[in-house]
């Protein structure tokens, strides 16, 4: 098992970026179309404001679902402390869907060893809907701790470590890297040090507009 890179992967509809944002940051009032934005805040604090009116305080561990559809404005600012978050950028079924925002603060102290449901499609129990065929979970290891990557029949899974350190088979992550295994075998993760991970469960062959900002590479 290799480590690769989003863009290599054949999930095509399915992006990922650890991104950071200076005190004092503005990024501006912008339109987006035809996307699905999960933002899962990882360290810092931030302030969310868009079309539909929300003014959001972000703090760590929040999560923001902007289900961008036909047309869909927002702004973020850094007011006080630097920001570290990770944006995933999918691509919905369909185009031009109606465009709204949702926002979930999970509770401070989540057990360890254990994937929560952050995001899923809309037949989903998730709190926060995609318009697409993916699950999103996230879970935190001690260092030595150890768990097993979310599967589904007829989906691929893929895991990307947020921080931290881990072990899956002969491969060694860490922060920034991905790892999928297209035959859906994959061997327990071990924790070389503490480590936040995020696991993407998806259908390679679902259906996916192309008329928002992620593109073929």
């Not at 934005?37 to 931030?46: E, K």
């Not at 480590?195 to 900002?213: E, H, I, K, M, W």
Request: charged share 20%.
């Amino acid at each position: 098992m290799t480590p690769t890179p989003f863009g290599l992967i054949e999930v095509v509809y399915v992006m990922a970026n650890l991104a950071s944002l200076d005190v004092g940051t503005v990024v501006s009032m912008r339109e987006h179309q035809n996307d699905e934005i999960l933002s899962c805040m990882w360290r810092g604090a931030m302030v969310h404001e868009d079309s539909e009116g929300h003014r959001v305080p972000v703090s760590p561990g929040g999560l923001t679902m902007i289900n961008a559809g036909k047309s869909f404005w927002h702004e973020e600012l850094t007011p006080g402390v630097p920001v570290e978050m990770l944006q995933i950028l999918i691509r919905p079924h369909k185009a031009d869907l109606p465009g709204e925002a949702r926002f979930y603060d999970p509770p401070s102290r989540l057990p360890e060893s254990q994937w929560h449901l952050i995001a899923g499609p809309e037949a989903s129990d998730a709190l926060l809907k995609i318009r697409q065929l993916v699950i999103v979970s996230d879970a935190q290891l001690m260092e030595g701790g150890a768990a097993s990557v979310p599967a589904a029949e007829g989906m691929t899974s893929l895991l990307y470590v947020m921080d931290g350190a881990i072990r899956v088979g002969d491969a060694r992550l860490g922060k920034g890297d991905t790892v999928t295994d297209l035959d859906g075998t994959w061997p327990v993760v071990h924790a070389e040090s503490a480590a936040t991970l995020v696991a993407f469960v998806v259908v390679r062959s679902a259906p996916a507009s192309t008329a928002g900002t992620i593109r073929r590479r």
